[in-house]
Every structure is written in structure tokens, then in C-alpha cells.
Nanobody, 120 residues
Framework: VQLQASGGGLVQPGGSLRLSCAPS????IGWFRQAPGKEREWVSC?????KYADSVKGRFTISRDNAKNTVYLQINSLKPEDTAVYYC?????????????????????WGQGTLVTVSS
């Protein structure tokens, strides 16, 4: 499957963005990010339930729109440290179990990434 992540951009601290990832039908979807000079970091995932990294809890919300075959990551109260390329990835096995996973090695397909820059 060819995943397409979109919605990144330049935003001021405190602002919001909504990232999209499609297609998402029949997959658990995870969001990861990689900041310059840092390792890739898991952010959130969705299957039958949702999970969040502690660093984003309360600010990020992941959701799924089955009619649009799309998963969204709503990012609020953006901070400069949220600056990164955000990737979405698909995990077919986790869709069947209903429990999404945080480790990148479980995800078979990856999107190309969308850049989020938080700066004043």
C-alpha cells in the first residue's frame, strides 16, 4: 500500500495543524516523527483503540474517518520541539488484533513524511 501523509507546514508556537494519512482501511496506523539530528520517535497510533506517547498526551489527538479512508493527527499547542518530519505507517496485523503498537518494526508500509516546522 502507498501511504500518503499530508498537512504539514510552518506554524507559530501555540498553533495547530491537522495531519492526514491515507489510505487507512484495514490497517492500524501509527504516526512517528524524526527531528533533525534525532532518532525516529513514535507519537501515536490507532486501531480499535488509541495510544499516545507521553510527550504528546493532551495535545495530540488521533482519529479515523472510515468514509474518507483517512487517519488524522490533530496537533494542538505546538511547541518548537515538535518540529520534525512526521511519518505515518501501516500495520495490518494490529488492525486484526485491535491493539496498535509503538515499535517501528511492526509497520510494513510507510508514507513519505510531511514536515512540521514550529517557529515564530
Amino acid at each position: 500500500v502507498q501511504l500518503q501523509a499530508s498537512g504539514g507546514g510552518l506554524v507559530q508556537p501555540g498553533g495547530s495543524l491537522r495531519l492526514s494519512c491515507a489510505p487507512s482501511e484495514f490497517y492500524a496506523i501509527g504516526w512517528f516523527r524524526q527531528a533533525p539530528g534525532k532518532e525516529r520517535e513514535w507519537v501515536s497510533c490507532i486501531s480499535s483503540s488509541t495510544k499516545y506517547a507521553d510527550s504528546v498526551k493532551g495535545r495530540f489527538t488521533i482519529s479515523r474517518d472510515n468514509a474518507k479512508n483517512t487517519v488524522y493527527l490533530q496537533i494542538n499547542s505546538l511547541k518548537p520541539e515538535d518540529t520534525a518530519v512526521y511519518y505515518c505507517a501501516a500495520d495490518r496485523a494490529a488492525y486484526r488484533t485491535g491493539i496498535c503498537r509503538a515499535l517501528p518494526r511492526f509497520y510494513e508500509w510507510w508514507g513519505q513524511g510531511t514536515l512540521v516546522t514550529v517557529s515564530s
